[in-house]
């Protein structure tokens, strides 16, 4: 698209490069006189003008069928996250009436027991998802806390939470902060939400490895970003679906049977976004997963 | 508790009113219901209950209405506000209007009856809240509400937004064990991975900023695995 405006240039500046030569070099840059009848005059006036009129309407054209696309494109995303959502609370309401007609007929108190906690695991499932839906949607609004915060520190804060976890122990987990020559910057940002997203990636690491894969964090700084990876040697996301898997509740096959809420990674992205930063991955079926986030310095 | 504490329940979903209104029978209290604002102002002047749990978003007459109409005609009945979001700017408000306390849906119907009697036991009758006050003092501490600033010593103290809405709540509940969980709610809104340890980040960020020591403090007491409580008394202007 950009690169079409170039041809719009061409004629300006072959003009202005032939204007240059005949200006700084001994070429005879005569006076020339031009005459025309006025009803050419008028011909040729009438010519631009066609011209002129076809470019804005082509122009116009242009710009209604992006605003078209675009809204049909939200109309795309909307009737999926319906789809998506309809899908995710039918699982738990399935069981949540499965459990209540149990419940009807039980009588055993144990049995009871066994039942209602099943339900209540399941209400619980469907709370988390209206909290994380909520979030999600109360991130992309509501003004971000910013403060200086001091990279070293946070990322070492949300490591040692995902160390704490029985889950995580099981795996090899390694953070490299570089401290020579010297430490990260601190960056402008909002502390809780940035904790957030680190947290999030690394869950997300652990989530998706088994027991004896390796997880790093690592971070450095590059010109005026800092840039954070989490790096996990799990099964890898097929390259089909790694455009998809920034989509609020959006499940690759294997996220299948993973516990969550779908959202995760669309509220790193929305983290990440406000904060002006970008977030990739890169993966490798059978061999892992690196996520890349930077973040701008900006003091 | 006496078994005679009458709380009004308002909310147009049936199924909440169903289902909350016997749980809190079986916590001890009597229960009357009303399904909007304008049954719920009807049934404060012939039931005169001690206390009103109003939902937010109603037909006809909405909760904060019936709070604006009370407030206007001087009836500081305590009132719980059910807000529907856990947005900012709605708790903002909720505060505005002279609510007593809120808690965000959906929510543990426990924590609503120790809220209630939270409330219960600060309110003193007929005379406004702390929550409603625009002005909060306590010895040299000073919190006003309505340019969101506090003074220590008439000097204006520098506090990071979350800190602020932290001392806030806080003072507006002196006396009280507030758990982590319910202030994670109050300052964030949402539930947060590493909640607990947000909250006591801020904690530490107010103590520093008020001189206050941890092992003997003036203001904000820890109480070891629960939360904390605002030791100090505060007055309300």
Known sequence: ?299 | MSPQTCILLVDDEAAIIENLAPFLVRSGFQVKTALNGEEALAAIQSESPELVVSDVLMPKMDGRELLRTLRRADNWIPVILLTQVGEAFERAMALEEGADDYINKPFEPHELVARIRAVLRRAKPGKPPLSAAWQLTCGDLSFDRRARRAYLCSKEIILTPKALILLEYLMTHPDELVTRERLLDVVWGWDYPVGSRAVDTRVAELRRVLGDDASKPRYIETVPGQGYRFAADVEGK
Do not use: C
Not at chain 1, 71 to 81: H, M
Not at chain 1, 189 to 194: A, H, N, P, T
Not at chain 1, 256 to 282: D, N, Y
């Open chain 1, 1 to 299: 698209m950009r690169l079409r405006w170039f041809w719009v240039l061409l004629p300006v500046v072959l003009g202005t490069i032939l204007a240059l030569i005949l200006f700084l070099t001994d070429f005879d840059n005569s006076l020339l006189y031009a005459q025309a009848d006025l009803g050419s005059i008028l011909f040729g006036l009438g010519v631009i003008a066609s011209i002129l009129t076809a470019v804005v309407i082509i122009v116009l054209e242009q710009i209604e069928k992006i605003q078209i696309n675009a809204t049909i494109e939200f109309a795309e995303n909307r009737r999926r996250f319906l789809r998506r959502l309809d899908h995710e609370l039918k699982n738990p309401l399935t069981a949540i009436l499965a459990g209540l007609a149990n419940l009807s007929i039980l009588e055993d108190p144990d049995e009871r027991a066994v039942t209602l906690e099943s339900v209540s695991t399941q209400v619980d499932r469907m709370r988390k998802l209206v909290a994380e839906l909520r979030k999600l949607s109360e991130l992309e609004t509501r003004p971000l806390d910013l403060s200086p915060v001091k990279m070293t520190e946070l990322l070492e804060e949300t490591f040692a939470l995902i160390e704490d976890e029985p889950v995580a122990r099981e795996r090899i987990l390694t953070l490299s902060i570089p401290r020579a020559p010297w430490p990260l910057p601190t960056i402008s940002g909002d502390y809780d939400l940035l904790v957030l997203a680190v947290h999030n990636l690394l869950t997300n690491a652990v989530k998706f490895t088994e027991p004896g894969d390796t997880i790093e964090m690592r971070a450095f700084e590059d010109g005026s970003q800092v840039v954070i990876e989490v790096a996990d040697t799990g099964p890898g996301i097929p390259e089909s679906e790694i455009p998809y898997v920034w989509q609020e509740l959006y499940r690759g096959a294997g996220a299948r049977g993973v516990q969550g809420s779908g959202l995760g990674l669309a509220l790193v992205r929305a983290i990440v976004t406000r904060h002006e930063g970008e977030i990739t991955l890169r993966s490798r079926p059978n061999e892992g997963t690196v996520f890349t986030m930077r973040l701008p310095v900006r003091m």
